[in-house]
């Protein structure tokens, strides 16, 4: 990915893309996915930096959508208040949530590297086709037990998921709600997480599976795209200090090391 000044705030089709701010278990190392962890207060004040900087380069929205975990809805509302456009529609989907981490959520990437190997450990979170130990379907955290899940067809409650198949439910939303505004010449933003945003730019960005070992989404950074009449991404760059989201990129990396 390219990192540019933003000089085109006022771009007709846009789509801004943010991951949430650290959430609690973000800063435990421990695999989070579909379990509703809430922000800390360094990932509270990352999502009031990011839209700092969003208003600094004079960017607006016209339509915001999230996941329906906090850690996302949270920085989600953040940025909007620091922006002045808490009033903005926004939409909140499943299809949006992190890549479901199955029976390893909760437990600690460093530990679970241990007892498994570096080698399965790094195949399901950077690869894309390994899917981690499902959820028995009697464990108390399957989806089909909480409330906002509950409208949602069985077959497609995951017990967990690879990058693959998060893929397509990213790329259904992305064709089914923000395709349309962006062709409307909407300014999107969205809000969500590690391996959706990963999915997305595989999509956008025609990347190889492979090259998704080496793609690491630093939080709080906007993540801008520009794209032309037939929604082909024209730019994308990451927007804020060069080195700054360097180190941000490498704090990424270094998590799994973490006990
Ligand atoms: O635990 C998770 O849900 C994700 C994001 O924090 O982890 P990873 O980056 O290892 O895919």
């Given at each position: 990915m390219i990192m540019t000044p933003a000089?085109?705030?006022?771009?007709e089709k846009r789509l801004v893309i943010v991951r949430h701010g650290e959430s609690l278990w973000n800063r435990e190392n421990r695999f989070t996915g579909w379990t509703d962890v809430k922000l800390t207060e360094r990932g509270r004040i990352e999502a009031i930096e990011a839209a700092r900087l969003l208003k600094q380069h004079g960017y607006r929205f016209d339509f915001a959508c999230t996941s329906l975990l906090v850690r996302a809805v949270h920085s989600l509302w953040l940025l909007l208040d620091e922006l002045g456009q808490s009033w903005l529609p926004e939409e909140k989907s499943?299809?949006?949530?992190?890549?479901h981490y199955g029976a390893l959520e909760g437990l600690n990437k460093a530990v679970t590297a241990e007892r498994y190997g570096h080698e399965q450990v790094m195949a399901w979170r950077r690869g894309y086709r390994a899917a981690p130990p499902p959820l028995l379907?009697?464990?108390?955290?399957?989806?089909?037990?909480?409330a906002r899940y509950r409208r949602l067809a069985v077959a497609s409650q995951p017990l967990s998921e690879s990058l693959a198949a998060t893929e397509q439910r990213v790329i259904n939303y992305w064709r089914e709600v923000i395709v349309p505004r962006l062709r409307r010449g909407e300014h999107v933003l969205l809000v969500s997480h590690s391996n959706v945003i990963r999915a997305l730019v595989k999509h956008l960005d025609g990347l190889?599976?492979?090259?998704l070992t080496a793609l690491y989404i630093p939080t709080g950074v906007p993540i801008v795209y520009e794209f032309d009449d037939k929604i082909a991404p024209r730019q994308r760059y990451f927007l804020g200090d060069e080195q700054d989201i360097a180190n941000r990129i490498a704090a990424v990396i270094r998590t799994g090391s973490k006990k």
């Open positions: 000089t085109t705030a006022t771009a499943w299809r949006l949530n992190e890549r379907p009697d464990d108390p955290r399957h989806p089909g037990r909480d190889e599976e492979d090259a």
